[in-house]
């Protein structure tokens, strides 16, 4: 180089999912913004740094976790994650990267945050918003969530659908309550099954990276029914219609 040469930074990483997830595993935690409010747990809004690029993100200390009598105490964030490596495994993009991790009060999962307009939910949705919430329907069968309230479905500013507040899923007994029986009894589109009919392959091999890592976040029983809802789903090819029990989650927003 010579000395009239400016000397050229680095070229910055791509922001990819990928790259989400470094930082949220490996980076500090640069500032704690507060308590969010209207959490039913204890959740934080923090700053997420590592090599120049800094995340806002949601941060659910375990130890924070509101006891609850039908989910083993302590086990939220576990299934905040598994939810996450879920949606990822299917290639549905619905969960925001989600980590485990140490943080200033303890372990608990830190989800990137999503920004968005908190005027807008399920209940104000557009129809244009119909295919990505048939995704949404699938995916909440398939991790059983207990609690898809519509203020759980956000839109950024690419008008993407995602999904937040997975705490209360992957439980082995039938939980689905959810405001989004739109499609119940539907046929469930083909591609979507599909990408069901992968993800089945890969929790049957138990050396596959996908199936290690929910061995260590979920439970056994819990697994072999998520294995269950998801031979059903390809068996049925339709949308579950409400049961006799509770269905829907309260308050629905």
């Known amino acids: 180089m010579s000395e009239h040469e400016t000397p050229q930074k680095p070229p910055s990483k791509p922001v990819t999912?990928?790259?989400?997830?470094?930082?949220?595993?490996?980076?500090?935690?640069?500032?704690?913004?507060g308590i969010m409010r209207y959490s039913s747990n204890y959740t934080f809004l923090i700053s997420v740094a590592h090599e120049g690029l800094i995340l806002p993100s949601v941060y659910?200390?375990?130890?924070?976790?509101?006891?609850?009598?039908?989910?083993?105490?302590?086990t939220l964030c576990y299934r905040e994650v598994a939810a996450f490596l879920t949606s990822r495994e299917l290639g549905w993009q619905l969960v925001p990267p989600t980590v485990l991790r140490e943080g200033p009060r303890g372990l608990g999962s830190v989800q990137f945050f999503i920004?968005?307009?908190?005027?807008?939910?399920?209940?104000?949705?557009d129809p244009i918003m119909i295919p990505q919430l048939r995704v949404m329907a699938a995916f909440d069968y398939l991790v059983?969530?207990?609690?898809?309230?519509?203020?759980?479905?956000?839109?950024?500013?690419?008008?993407?659908?995602?999904?937040?507040?997975?705490?209360?899923?992957?439980?082995?007994?039938?939980?689905?309550?959810?405001?989004?029986?739109?499609?119940?009894?539907?046929?469930?589109?083909?591609?979507l099954l599909a990408d069901v009919d992968r993800l089945c392959g890969k929790l049957d091999d138990?050396?596959?990276?996908?199936?290690?890592?929910?061995h260590d976040l979920l439970s056994e029983a819990e697994i072999r029914a998520f294995q269950s809802?998801?031979?059903?789903?390809?068996?049925?090819?339709?949308?579950?219609?409400?049961?006799?029990?509770?269905?829907?989650?309260?308050?629905?927003v």
């Open 17 to 33: 999912l990928e790259r989400v997830v470094e930082v949220l595993e490996k980076g500090d935690i640069h500032a704690e913004h």
């Open 206 to 214: 138990l050396n596959y990276p996908y199936r290690r890592a929910l």
């Open 144 to 191: 059983n969530n207990a609690d898809r309230k519509g203020g759980h479905c956000l839109v950024d500013s690419q008008g993407h659908l995602w999904g937040i507040d997975h705490g209360i899923t992957f439980h082995n007994q039938h939980k689905l309550r959810t405001v989004i029986w739109d499609f119940a009894g539907q046929p469930v589109p083909d591609n």
């Open 229 to 252: 809802r998801v031979r059903h789903l390809l068996r049925t090819k339709r949308y579950p219609q409400p049961g006799s029990g509770p269905n829907y989650p309260w308050p629905p």
């Open 115 to 125: 920004e968005h307009d908190p005027e807008l939910n399920y209940f104000s949705f």
């Open 60 to 74: 659910k200390p375990q130890r924070g976790e509101r006891p609850l009598w039908d989910f083993p105490e302590g």
